[in-house]
């Protein structure tokens, strides 16, 4: 954020501690700045000791960001202690260091989304994913919203409902016997943890006295009693938020809790940054007059000083084809027009599917692109063998994680030695790591089979050995070479395929290697940070390319120039939104989406698009007229904006100074 001086709101937000306070920041509103500067001053001013602070973030991404800020703003030392993680991290470090009374090892699983189905299939006896993803789902639904399985039974209120009520309980045991927990239970352990035990809660009071709360607006409800414990009655905490940015609702978050806050504390300070450090006022005119037409909670306008800039333009396009060659031809024609870098740019969609199009015109065009909120890249096979191993060597009860790493790569244990301990094991109520040592287990497996078994359970209590003492690069390569994992895989894949997955292996290993230097990890230590993260700390802002992104993905993010496309009715408020009356989310995924851009703003649509083989006619989305005349620039029909005499100067000054360039040296 460029402003020199903090304004008054901000200052105000920062200086604010006589109970809790609500800072409703608009877009681009400096609120990273304010948290930032509110933990400089508790520390620095008022002398709060820093490991009495939480900073809680929604994304890795944000709690690096910040981490790196305050330290920039306070320096190592005075920041040593600070808490700054996300909801799901402060989750672990409670969970792990109560894992005794909530019946649990401190070095417990956490599982990921497909070994959660997995569980799922073998619950319920169904293996079409679709189904189990979900019964997933609707389980994940009820733990966000701290709704246990009796009370799931009398709540499910039709078939899929009523069957995940069925298995929800014995998918809980079956986690618990596999000493794992998912991602929801991170959040939902503690709240019960809590609730049953006020002397644990008090402890916990008592070491965070004060907390700052991140994009307050995306919270679900398991987290906003969280907050509510941890801040108990003295209501020491900062929330930021935006309820015109709530747009995770799908996801459990829950913008009630904003309504909530000033109920269970109604001294409750509302401060609002209306101040926009990031775009002109044309762009800011068109989002608060979308956003307008959804009922507030809070009312509050955008205003900028970065002048007028370039009208807001609309473009119809005859087909999502002619779409996408019309955006990379004029990005491209803007690029050598003004001088500007690739990264500068953005291509902003509702929905995945609607990349592949750009995606081929980029390539045509040999336009470097980055693709956001796609694939990830744990759930690739090769990252997920390492992860199997990594979780068994911090939990031996882990029984996925033991059944991928004994099978990967192949050791002669096969589908019938597997099965055969299962057996055994369920009989005994143990872990398959377990069952392999125990006497028992001889008079239902060869001897052959045994002793395969046990070399593997041998090796990896070596591996553990070393783990929970050694620097974690070094432990990694050396397990990497005694499994014989690339070998492997140019056995069982084609050269070019084995090349790439070896590849991330490296950057997996090598990323392990430096996380565990910087932060003086040791491999055990970093095994659960791992399942936390989502994405490798890849730096792609560095790289100069255009990003596409979902407009989901793109919360958070600027650029200088953006290109919002496939804006009608349908895709843009998505169909499923008109059908169920949900509207306002979608309009306010409008307003993030204008608000990412900076200095010009593009909206597209189409006028035809093929449904199967039909093709249909589409209608502009509502929130183009929403948006009004003032300060718009529509090509698709009469615009009520001329160009103004400043905006054509400027063309032509900047169409001369380009034809003054000698060859060569534009672009």
């Given at each position: 954020?460029?402003?020199?001086?903090?304004?008054?709101?901000?200052?105000?937000?920062?200086?604010?501690?006589?109970?809790?306070?609500?800072?409703?920041?608009?877009?681009?509103?400096?609120?990273?700045?304010?948290?930032?500067?509110?933990?400089?001053?508790?520390?620095g001013d008022c002398g709060l000791n820093p490991a009495h602070i939480a900073a809680i973030t929604f994304t890795n991404k944000a709690a690096k960001e910040m981490q790196e800020r305050i330290g920039k703003l306070m320096g190592g030392r005075m920041s040593k202690g600070l808490t700054v993680c996300t909801f799901h991290a402060l989750g672990v470090r409670i969970v792990r260091q109560e894992a005794a009374?909530?019946?649990?090892?401190?070095?417990?699983?956490?599982?990921?989304?497909?070994?959660?189905?997995?569980?799922?299939?073998?619950?319920?006896?169904?293996?079409?994913?679709?189904?189990?993803?979900?019964?997933?789902?609707?389980?994940?639904?009820?733990?966000?919203?701290?709704?246990?399985?009796?009370?799931?039974?009398?709540?499910?209120?039709?078939?899929?409902?009523?069957?995940?009520?069925?298995?929800?309980?014995?998918?809980?045991?079956?986690?618990?016997?596999?000493?794992?927990?998912?991602?929801?239970?991170?959040?939902?352990?503690?709240?019960?943890?809590?609730?049953?035990?006020?002397?644990?809660?008090?402890?916990?009071?008592?070491?965070?006295?004060?907390?700052?709360?991140?994009?307050?607006?995306?919270?679900?409800?398991?987290?906003?009693?969280?907050?509510?414990?941890?801040?108990?009655?003295?209501?020491?905490?900062?929330?930021?938020?935006?309820?015109?940015?709530?747009?995770?609702?799908?996801?459990?978050?829950?913008?009630?809790?904003?309504?909530?806050?000033?109920?269970?504390?109604?001294?409750?300070?509302?401060?609002?940054?209306?101040?926009?450090?990031?775009?002109?006022?044309?762009?800011?005119?068109?989002?608060?007059?979308?956003?307008?037409?959804?009922?507030?909670?809070?009312?509050?306008?955008?205003?900028?000083?970065?002048?007028?800039?370039?009208?807001?333009?609309?473009?119809?396009?005859?087909?999502?084809?002619?779409?996408?060659?019309?955006?990379?031809?004029?990005?491209?024609?803007?690029?050598?027009?003004?001088?500007?870098?690739?990264?500068?740019?953005?291509?902003?969609?509702?929905?995945?599917?609607?990349?592949?199009?750009?995606?081929?015109?980029?390539?045509?065009?040999?336009?470097?692109?980055?693709?956001?909120?796609?694939?990830?890249?744990?759930?690739?096979?090769?990252?997920?063998?390492?992860?199997?191993?990594?979780?068994?060597?911090?939990?031996?009860?882990?029984?996925?994680?033991?059944?991928?790493?004994?099978?990967?790569?192949?050791?002669?244990?096969?589908?019938?030695?597997?099965?055969?301990?299962?057996?055994?094991?369920?009989?005994?109520?143990?872990?398959?790591?377990?069952?392999?040592?125990?006497?028992?287990?001889?008079?239902?497996?060869?001897?052959?089979?045994?002793?395969?078994?046990?070399?593997?359970?041998?090796?990896?209590?070596?591996?553990?050995?070393?783990?929970?003492?050694?620097?974690?690069?070094?432990?990694?390569?050396?397990?990497?070479?005694?499994?014989?994992?690339?070998?492997?895989?140019?056995?069982?894949?084609?050269?070019?395929?084995?090349?790439?997955?070896?590849?991330?292996?490296?950057?997996?290993?090598?990323?392990?290697?430096?996380?565990?230097?910087?932060?003086?990890?040791?491999?055990?230590?970093?095994?659960?940070?791992?399942?936390?993260?989502?994405?490798?700390?890849?730096?792609?802002?560095?790289?100069?390319?255009?990003?596409?992104?979902?407009?989901?993905?793109?919360?958070?993010?600027?650029?200088?120039?953006?290109?919002?496309?496939?804006?009608?009715?349908?895709?843009?408020?998505?169909?499923?939104?008109?059908?169920?009356?949900?509207?306002?989310?979608?309009?306010r995924l409008m307003y993030v989406g204008i608000t990412r851009a900076q200095r010009s703003l593009t909206i597209t649509y189409c006028e035809r698009r093929k449904a199967g083989r039909e093709v249909r006619s589409c209608d502009p989305s509502r929130f183009i007229d929403e948006m009004g005349d003032e300060g718009i620039r529509r090509s698709d029909r009469q615009s009520k904006e001329p160009v103004s005499?400043?905006?054509?100067?400027?063309?032509?000054?900047?169409?001369?100074?380009?034809?003054?360039?000698?060859?060569?040296?534009?672009?």
């Amino acid at each position: 954020m460029s402003a020199p001086q903090l304004n008054p709101p901000q200052r105000e937000a920062i200086r604010y501690l006589d109970g809790p306070c609500l800072v409703l920041a608009g877009a681009g509103s400096g609120k990273t700045r304010v948290i930032t500067q509110k933990i400089a001053y508790l520390v620095g001013d008022c002398g709060l000791n820093p490991a009495h602070i939480a900073a809680i973030t929604f994304t890795n991404k944000a709690a690096k960001e910040m981490q790196e800020r305050i330290g920039k703003l306070m320096g190592g030392r005075m920041s040593k202690g600070l808490t700054v993680c996300t909801f799901h991290a402060l989750g672990v470090r409670i969970v792990r260091q109560e894992a005794a009374t909530l019946g649990l090892k401190p070095q417990f699983s956490i599982l990921d989304a497909s070994d959660i189905a997995q569980i799922i299939a073998d619950v319920s006896g169904n293996t079409d994913k679709a189904r189990a993803k979900a019964l997933q789902w609707q389980i994940s639904s009820w733990k966000n919203a701290l709704i246990e399985p009796d009370e799931a039974a009398r709540l499910a209120n039709d078939e899929l409902a009523a069957a995940a009520a069925l298995f929800y309980a014995e998918y809980d045991k079956t986690l618990r016997a596999y000493q794992g927990v998912d991602f929801d239970d991170l959040i939902r352990l503690p709240v019960k943890l809590f609730a049953e035990h006020p002397e644990v809660l008090e402890r916990w009071q008592n070491r965070l006295r004060y907390l700052l709360i991140d994009e307050y607006q995306d919270t679900n409800r398991a987290q906003y009693r969280l907050m509510h414990q941890l801040a108990g009655v003295r209501g020491a905490f900062t929330a930021v938020g935006d309820d015109d940015q709530a747009i995770y609702a799908w996801r459990g978050a829950d913008v009630e809790n904003l309504r909530q806050l000033s109920v269970d504390y109604p001294q409750l300070k509302v401060i609002k940054l209306e101040q926009n450090y990031r775009s002109t006022s044309r762009i800011l005119h068109a989002a608060n007059t979308v956003i307008a037409h959804n009922e507030k909670l809070f009312e509050k306008k955008l205003w900028s000083e970065h002048g007028a800039g370039e009208p807001v333009t609309v473009v119809a396009c005859q087909t999502p084809e002619h779409e996408a060659e019309s955006v990379v031809m004029k990005l491209s024609a803007h690029k050598f027009e003004h001088r500007t870098h690739f990264k500068d740019y953005a291509i902003l969609y509702r929905g995945n599917h609607q990349a592949r199009l750009f995606e081929q015109q980029l390539r045509n065009h040999k336009i470097p692109y980055a693709l956001s909120g796609g694939r990830s890249f744990f759930e690739n096979a090769e990252i997920r063998d390492l992860c199997a191993y990594m979780r068994l060597i911090a939990n031996e009860d882990d029984d996925l994680a033991f059944i991928r790493a004994i099978t990967v790569p192949r050791r002669g244990i096969g589908p019938a030695t597997l099965e055969a301990l299962g057996r055994y094991a369920g009989h005994r109520h143990i872990s398959l790591f377990a069952a392999a040592f125990e006497e028992g287990a001889a008079e239902h497996l060869g001897g052959r089979q045994i002793e395969a078994l046990r070399d593997f359970g041998h090796f990896i209590n070596r591996v553990a050995h070393r783990a929970a003492r050694e620097a974690a690069g070094p432990v990694m390569d050396d397990l990497l070479k005694a499994i014989g994992y690339e070998a492997w895989l140019y056995e069982s894949c084609d050269p070019r395929e084995a090349e790439t997955k070896w590849s991330n292996v490296g950057d997996f290993t090598g990323w392990i290697g430096r996380k565990g230097e910087e932060d003086g990890k040791t491999l055990l230590d970093m095994i659960q940070t791992i399942s936390l993260i989502t994405m490798l700390d890849k730096d792609d802002a560095e790289l100069d390319q255009v990003q596409l992104a979902t407009l989901h993905a793109s919360k958070g993010l600027e650029f200088k120039h953006v290109f919002l496309v496939g804006v009608e009715e349908g895709l843009l408020p998505h169909q499923s939104s008109i059908d169920e009356d949900k509207i306002e989310e979608e309009r306010r995924l409008m307003y993030v989406g204008i608000t990412r851009a900076q200095r010009s703003l593009t909206i597209t649509y189409c006028e035809r698009r093929k449904a199967g083989r039909e093709v249909r006619s589409c209608d502009p989305s509502r929130f183009i007229d929403e948006m009004g005349d003032e300060g718009i620039r529509r090509s698709d029909r009469q615009s009520k904006e001329p160009v103004s005499k400043e905006d054509a100067r400027a063309r032509l000054a900047n169409l001369r100074a380009m034809l003054g360039n000698k060859p060569g040296t534009i672009g």
